[in-house]
């Protein structure tokens, strides 16, 4: 058995309890790793808050993100090394069949297939790790979709947030944009031009009106697209991540859940250019999940909510 937070009905973060659940076997082609840190999501929030279209099984273990250690693994398996230190995003919301995994990573042990998951950069931590995956795979899918291309400007609607974070340094970094504006709130100015952005709007002070420059791509986070468009050139593309846009010109944009886009990653990692964001307040202690929900559904997290010191 196994130490684990669960839920046996939807609701608010109190129907969250901590207990004992078997450790899982790893099939053909998983993996069985021991979490080391994980990290929370607004997905993680709604899925718990009220039912899918497609129903989970109680009692259901929050949580997408982890990074750990391979412990075992199933037959088929040939790319990992029982000891090898891996990390990814276990939910493949794309998968055929629509079902999400009951078992998420707030838990001692989780098993996930091997193409989901890729070995973590051995100079970041767990921590840093674990804020990656979900945010890294939204912030690339975008930037696909819109046909960005190097030397187009982006306009980043909140900067500031797991997503956002990314966003402003993959446009750079990895993407080639010659310049990148974000939005976010008063509190978290200083900290969104630390992320190499060329310019920050306090979005409590000025407005997408009042904003004269239009860009090349709006990159909107927030699920704000309904007013923020406006920024964009004529027929530039709109991006939001939100379900359903609330401008119907926006293109929605999810994710490709992958370890290979994680992949793709590692050497922006490796280098320095990308740096993972681990909210300030943070890692929070396994032992009290409710406190870092809480926190989350605020939205004044700066980068990832983290979870750390799992039971080992």
Request: charged share 20%; aromatic share 8%; hydrophobic share 40%.
């Amino acid at each position: 058995m196994q130490k684990a937070w669960y839920y046996e009905e939807h609701g608010p973060k109190e129907v969250l309890k901590l207990g004992n659940i078997p450790i899982p076997t790893p099939k053909h082609n998983q993996v069985l790793v021991q979490v080391r840190a994980a990290a929370l999501n607004p997905i993680d929030i709604k899925i718990r808050q009220r039912p899918l279209a497609v129903p989970l099984s109680f009692p259901v273990v929050p949580g997408c993100d982890m990074a750990g250690v391979v412990v075992a693994k199933g037959d088929g398996v040939s790319r990992f090394n029982i000891g090898e230190e891996v990390y990814g995003n276990i939910q493949d919301f794309n998968n055929n069949q629509g079902q999400l995994k009951s078992l998420g990573t707030l838990a001692q042990f989780i098993v996930v297939a091997d193409n989901l998951v890729t070995s973590k950069p051995k100079n970041i931590s767990f921590e840093e790790a674990a804020s990656l995956p979900l945010a890294a795979q939204t912030a690339v899918e975008g930037f696909k979709k819109a046909g960005f291309r190097k030397g187009m400007d982006c306009f980043v609607v909140g900067g500031g947030g797991g997503v956002g974070t990314l966003v402003v340094q993959l446009a750079k970094q990895v993407f080639g944009a010659s310049k990148v504006v974000a939005t976010c709130s008063t509190s978290k100015v200083k900290f969104v031009k630390s992320l190499g952005v060329d310019k920050v709007y306090d979005y409590t002070k000025t407005g997408y009106e009042e904003i004269e420059e239009r860009y090349d791509m709006v990159y909107d986070t927030i699920g704000d697209s309904k007013n923020s468009y406006v920024v964009a050139k004529d027929k530039a593309p709109v991006i939001d991540i939100t379900w359903p846009p609330s401008n119907p010109r926006a293109i929605h944009s999810s994710l490709t859940v992958s370890g290979s886009v994680l992949e793709i990653l590692k050497p922006y990692l490796e280098s320095g250019k990308l740096k993972p964001v681990v909210d300030p307040n943070g890692p929070f202690c396994f032992d009290d999940i409710v406190k870092p929900f809480g926190y989350l559904e605020t939205g004044r997290a700066k980068g990832k909510v983290v979870i750390s010191n799992f039971p080992l």
